[in-house]
Nanobody, 128 residues
Framework: QVQPVESGGGSVQAGGSLRLSCAAS????????MAWFRQAPGKEREGVAI????????DYADSVKGRFTISQDNAKNTVYLQMNSLKPEDTAMYYC?????????????????????WGQGTQVTVSS
């Protein structure tokens, strides 16, 4: 069972930067990809960035492309989200998720992959 734990959230001014970390405990060897999601109050949860663990290939939501970078450190079993040029509309709870898990217990699809292992989230607030 994979247990992602996020950290690194906080409050910053517009134009600032934050780096989120996702430490995934437990066995993650069977996860084909990891992803970051976010959810703002009153809005749907959306995928932000994905990384395919084997190849290192990445993709991003159009709203963050060019500003955010997802990366991985396999030795530390950790995934990062570097967020630059932050905007107020980036304000949300950010969640790290790992591909896999039991669909019966819920989860989300992103790029056709099922993400069933979720962290508790870390809050990012960007002020004007």
């Amino acid at each position: 069972q994979v247990q992602p734990v996020e950290s690194g959230g906080g409050s910053v001014q517009a134009g600032g930067s934050l780096r989120l970390s996702c430490a995934a405990s437990g066995y993650t060897g069977s996860s084909n990809c990891m992803a970051w999601f976010r959810q703002a109050p009153g809005k749907e949860r959306e995928g932000v960035a994905i990384i395919f663990t084997g190849s290192g290939n990445t993709d991003y939501a159009d709203s963050v492309k060019g500003r955010f970078t997802i990366s991985q450190d396999n030795a530390k079993n950790t995934v990062y989200l570097q967020m630059n040029s932050l905007k107020p509309e980036d304000t949300a709870m950010y969640y790290c998720a790992a591909e896999g898990g039991e669909r019966l217990y819920g989860g989300s699809y992103y790029y056709g992959w099922f993400f069933g292992y979720w962290g508790q989230g870390t809050q990012v607030t960007v002020s004007s």
